[in-house]
């Protein structure tokens, strides 16, 4: 079963005034949706802009494995309790454990506006120690691993015409971050995602220059 969610359908979200847009897929904040906590692992796949000179001030998360994917700019991100600042580019991966408790900024220091993915998925276990991890210049070939929730992202760049297998897995969440694609005859284009319960057998078809972000997961014991 395929479940196509359009970029328009998303809830709004950030302070305009502040220089920050948010699309939220899944239920966020004042936006409370029984019938949308969840998909799987993945709690939350935010589409965030931040103008330059924004951002989001020191904030709390506790258990939740949070995963960011920039596609335009840089994003700054200081880890306050270990006083880590970093930036992340595009075609870099960033993973932020937060596990028992981490307060972290997120910010755009640049002179251009900012675009990035930000994925939260529920940790199989609660509690631990917090971890930060970036991945730089991740390949289409090497799939990121998250144990901690059971999850697998991959990310596939394709050229117009070019077709690319979708993991058998219980559990699809994929997410076009750039360009056209078809999936299993539907058309899909930037901010649309689909979620596929027990896909077996299907490829994405890029009707343009695209690129996609796929979470393969199992379904819930």
Not at 95 to 104: K, N, P, Q, T, Y
């Given at each position: ?166 993991p058998d897995a219980e559990l699809i969440y994929a997410h076009v971050v750039r360009g056209t694609v078809r999936l299993d005859g539907a058309e899909l284009a930037p901010g649309d995602a689909a979620r596929v319960t027990d896909a077996r057998g299907l490829a994405v078809l890029a009707t343009s220059d695209a690129e996609l972000l796929l979470w393969e997961m199992r379904a819930a014991p």
């Amino acid at each position: 079963m395929i479940r196509i969610q359009r970029a328009g359908d998303r809830y709004p979200g950030g302070e305009a005034a502040a220089g920050i847009e948010t699309r939220h897929a899944f239920s966020f904040g004042p936006h409370y949706d029984p019938d949308n906590l969840r998909f799987g692992a993945v709690l939350a796949c935010n589409e965030e802009r931040l103008a330059p000179g924004a951002g989001f001030a020191e904030h709390r998360h506790r258990h939740t494995e949070i995963v960011t994917w920039v596609v335009e700019g840089e994003l700054t991100h200081h880890d306050t309790a270990a006083g880590r600042t970093t930036v992340v580019r595009p075609g870099d991966l960033q993973r932020l454990s937060s596990a028992g408790g981490v307060r972290h900024e997120e910010r755009n220091d640049g002179d251009v506006p900012l675009v990035f993915v930000q994925m939260w998925l529920a940790p199989l276990e609660p509690g631990g120690d917090p971890a930060y991890e970036i991945v730089r210049g991740i390949a289409d070939s090497t799939p990121y691993a998250l144990p901690e929730a059971a999850a697998m992202l991959h990310v596939r760049r394709l050229e117009q015409g070019e077709r690319t297998a979708v993991p058998d897995a219980e559990l699809i969440y994929a997410h076009v971050v750039r360009g056209t694609v078809r999936l299993d005859g539907a058309e899909l284009a930037p901010g649309d995602a689909a979620r596929v319960t027990d896909a077996r057998g299907l490829a994405v078809l890029a009707t343009s220059d695209a690129e996609l972000l796929l979470w393969e997961m199992r379904a819930a014991p």
